[in-house]
């Protein structure tokens, strides 16, 4: 698979003003609260915009693991994106993937499209067979579409 394979995104609409859906994602932490991997995590920094860190920490069944993250865009109430920086313990820290969320005033609230994009093939994808390299991109296609039915369910019901 080619690096431009390795992308996917959703959106949905939500009956909230754009403002405090990005707000409640630029809130890092409460990730945990709408994502199926993401369990939370703390700030490492002061700061909030571009250049802040934060540590998230993720669960899939048994596994659970720690990455590190910085923020990209913090452009209220437009756009918040980070990167993932790899394990926390990684000494050799560098973007491997791209998370982003765009928040867009439309018809009914707030048209929210989630995205991500593998930013450099590291040695473990690059080590998966074609098959499971394809069956990561549909298991995180999935996990979009639930953290944002989630997030519609956290500010509509």
């Not at 859906?21 to 993401?38: H, K, N, R, T, W």
Request: hydrophobic share 45%.
């Amino acid at each position: 698979m080619d690096l431009s394979d390795f992308k996917a995104s959703g959106h949905i609409t939500i009956d909230a003003p754009p403002e405090v859906l990005y707000d409640f994602v630029a809130d890092m932490p409460a990730m945990g609260e709408i994502s199926p991997q993401c369990t939370g995590g703390e700030w490492r920094s002061d700061a909030r915009g571009v250049g802040a860190l934060f540590v998230g920490s993720n669960a899939i069944a048994e596994r659970t693991w720690q990455a590190q993250m910085r923020v990209l865009v913090a452009d209220r109430p437009r756009e918040f994106a980070w990167e993932n920086m790899g394990a926390v313990d990684w000494p050799d820290a560098r973007p491997l993937v791209r998370w982003g969320y765009t928040f867009t005033p439309a018809s009914g609230g707030t048209m929210v499209e989630e995205t991500w994009r593998i930013v450099e093939i590291y040695d473990a994808l690059a080590a998966m067979p074609e098959e499971h390299q394809a069956g990561l991109i549909g298991w995180v296609k999935e996990s979009i579409e639930q953290t944002l039915a989630n997030l519609k369910t956290n500010f509509e019901s």
